[in-house]
């Protein structure tokens, strides 16, 4: 029975711990939702009146900080992405001559203009 109680123990502060530092993330700005602030604040005060979790609510908030870890990681690698695509971009545009660049910047141009009217007629349908 000792042990039990032990294990029990050992598993909250566990969870406790992985929880603390998936809330920490939000409240840091590293989480993007702010929505489940409030959930996890929630949780966070459950976790910490040391009530006895269900093995269902330990895989949950397991499921949570994974959620939370992996979406980090997502967030940087996608940027890593669009700095790598800006600077191969710019080493393309940098070879190019002048009326490359010109053509190029009246085409996005003219993109934009055609992308802005189907955007209002599709706003306004």
Known sequence: MKLNKEMKNKRNKIIMCSFSLAKNLYATGRGKCSSKHSE????????????????????RLKQMGATVRNGGLYVERLK???????????????K???????DLL???HNMGKICSQ??????NA
């Not at 190019?96 to 010109?102: A, G, I, W």
């Not at 189907?118 to 706003?123: A, W, Y």
């Open 80 to 94: 890593k992405l669009n700095e790598e695509r800006e600077k191969r971009a710019n080493n393309v545009m940098e």
């Open 40 to 59: 996890f604040e929630i949780i966070a005060e459950f976790l910490e009146s040391n009530t006895s979790l269900s093995v269902q609510q330990e895989n």
């Open 106 to 108: 009246s085409f996005y």
């Open 118 to 123: 189907i955007l209002e007629t599709k706003l």
């Open 96 to 102: 190019m001559v002048v009326e490359q660049l010109s």
